[in-house]
């Protein structure tokens, strides 16, 4: 075994025991834990939450869209016609 073959091996096993790591972390056992009625609701609110700050994003997104091509094509337009 030539040393570049042994330092890329080694880079592969790093690689592959690291993400073994990262899933055994983020994938945990059964918690077997109780949900009552306000583990619902406050599932609710993060979802609502959501839908309305991306609906916002966007309403600010669309903003500047519309600021742009006012300001630079419509503008262009109406230099070009003097």
Same mark, same amino acid.
């Given at each position: 075994?030539? /040393?570049?073959? #042994?330092?890329?091996?080694?880079?592969?096993? /790093?690689?592959?025991?690291? &993400? #073994?790591? /990262?899933?055994s972390?983020?994938?945990?056992?059964? $918690?077997? /834990?109780? !949900?009552d !009625?306000?583990?619902?609701?406050?599932? !609710?609110?993060?979802? %609502?939450? $959501?839908v309305?700050? %991306?609906?916002? =994003?966007?309403? !600010? #997104? *669309? =903003?500047n869209?519309?600021?742009?091509?006012? &300001?630079?094509?419509?503008? *262009?337009?109406?230099?070009?016609?003097?």
């Amino acid at each position: 075994m030539d /040393a570049e073959c #042994f330092m890329f091996c080694r880079k592969d096993v /790093a690689f592959v025991l690291s &993400v #073994f790591a /990262a899933v055994s972390l983020v994938i945990p056992p059964n $918690a077997h /834990a109780y !949900l009552d !009625l306000g583990t619902g609701s406050y599932i !609710l609110q993060l979802a %609502a939450a $959501a839908v309305l700050g %991306a609906l916002f =994003a966007l309403k !600010l #997104f *669309w =903003a500047n869209v519309k600021s742009f091509v006012k &300001v630079r094509i419509l503008g *262009w337009f109406k230099r070009d016609s003097r």
